[in-house]
């Protein structure tokens, strides 16, 4: 039986004057819910829960953050008011040793890390964990993120950290309930190993598909492209579900494609 993981959230990088006071036209589109301080202290988010269960995180480096630290961290270094990543989950953390040994195993070019303890604290005091592993180069680790999804996978009840169903927030303006697609444009050298690496974690060949968490009836996919000379990769765009218009511009300079209400 085919295997399906699920989309679980898209990262977008901001500075901490950004998360502190977000544009008027993201708050015109979006309602905005509560993250919270990490575990690592180097970072804070805010959230916009989306009705499918995925969410798309705001993510900030702390202004006092050691620079040292935030340079190893893996998006310490990218691009601000960018998709700088993005996560899938299981409904079981054991599932994941099935997927990794897929990946691992089927190529030689990428794997993925063993799963390292990560959390954050709420706002209203309650302490989320989870665990996360990430895609490396086999042999000399280090690769850009979002060329390949991470894991993030929940070590406490996961509507705990995603509390969509518990509020209004994601009854958006914008009338967006959910992420249709992701597509990652990558190097042209690299197409066939990412691809293989798809092709493992889907257990299917050539058409990707992920199921999100509260289950729909449209169809989820990822795609792989190449980039022409010029483009930068990897480089990552979603598309939204629902709403009335064609593209959403989220921050100056990212545009979120829309497909229309189904």
Same mark, same amino acid.
């Given at each position: 039986?085919?295997?399906h993981?699920?989309l679980d959230h898209i990262?977008?990088?901001v500075?901490?004057?950004?998360?502190?006071?977000?544009?008027?036209?993201?708050?015109?589109d979006?309602?905005?819910?509560?993250?919270?301080?990490?575990?690592?202290g180097l970072?804070?988010?805010r959230?916009?829960l989306?009705q499918?269960?995925?969410?798309?995180e705001?993510i900030?480096f702390?202004?006092?953050a050691?620079?040292?630290?935030?340079?190893?961290h893996?998006w310490g270094?990218?691009k601000?008011?960018?998709?700088v990543d993005?996560a899938?989950?299981l409904n079981?953390?054991?599932d994941?040793?099935a997927?990794r040994r $897929?990946?691992?195993?089927?190529q030689?070019v990428y794997a993925?890390?063993?799963?390292?303890?990560?959390?954050r604290?709420r706002?209203?005091?309650?302490?989320?964990?989870w665990a996360?592993?990430?895609?490396?180069?086999?042999?000399?680790?280090?690769?850009?993120?979002g060329?390949?999804?991470?894991?993030c996978?929940? $070590?406490t009840?996961r509507h705990l950290?995603?509390?969509y169903?518990?509020n209004?927030?994601?009854?958006h303006?914008s009338?967006?309930?959910?992420?249709s697609?992701?597509?990652?444009r990558?190097a042209e050298?690299q197409y066939?190993?990412?691809?293989q690496?798809y092709?493992?974690?889907?257990?299917? $060949?050539?058409t990707?598909?992920?199921?999100?968490p509260?289950?729909?009836k449209?169809e989820h996919?990822?795609?792989?492209?190449t980039?022409?000379q010029?483009?930068?990769?990897p480089h990552?765009?979603?598309t939204?579900?629902?709403g009335s218009r064609?593209?959403?511009e989220v921050?100056p300079g990212?545009?979120?494609?829309?497909e229309p209400k189904?």
């Amino acid at each position: 039986m085919t295997f399906h993981p699920t989309l679980d959230h898209i990262v977008i990088l901001v500075s901490e004057s950004t998360l502190a006071q977000l544009p008027t036209k993201l708050k015109d589109d979006f309602l905005l819910s509560p993250g919270g301080a990490h575990a690592d202290g180097l970072t804070h988010n805010r959230l916009i829960l989306l009705q499918d269960g995925v969410y798309i995180e705001l993510i900030a480096f702390f202004d006092n953050a050691d620079p040292e630290e935030r340079k190893k961290h893996r998006w310490g270094q990218l691009k601000e008011n960018t998709i700088v990543d993005w996560a899938h989950t299981l409904n079981q953390e054991s599932d994941f040793a099935a997927v990794r040994r $897929r990946v691992n195993g089927e190529q030689g070019v990428y794997a993925y890390t063993d799963l390292i303890p990560g959390g954050r604290r709420r706002p209203d005091g309650v302490e989320l964990e989870w665990a996360i592993s990430a895609a490396t180069f086999a042999h000399d680790g280090n690769l850009v993120p979002g060329e390949l999804p991470f894991w993030c996978l929940d $070590r406490t009840p996961r509507h705990l950290r995603v509390p969509y169903q518990e509020n209004q927030q994601t009854q958006h303006p914008s009338g967006v309930k959910g992420v249709s697609k992701v597509a990652v444009r990558v190097a042209e050298d690299q197409y066939l190993s990412v691809k293989q690496v798809y092709d493992s974690i889907h257990d299917e $060949r050539g058409t990707w598909h992920y199921v999100v968490p509260n289950k729909a009836k449209t169809e989820h996919r990822v795609e792989v492209t190449t980039a022409s000379q010029g483009q930068h990769a990897p480089h990552i765009t979603i598309t939204l579900a629902g709403g009335s218009r064609s593209s959403i511009e989220v921050l100056p300079g990212l545009v979120f494609e829309v497909e229309p209400k189904v």
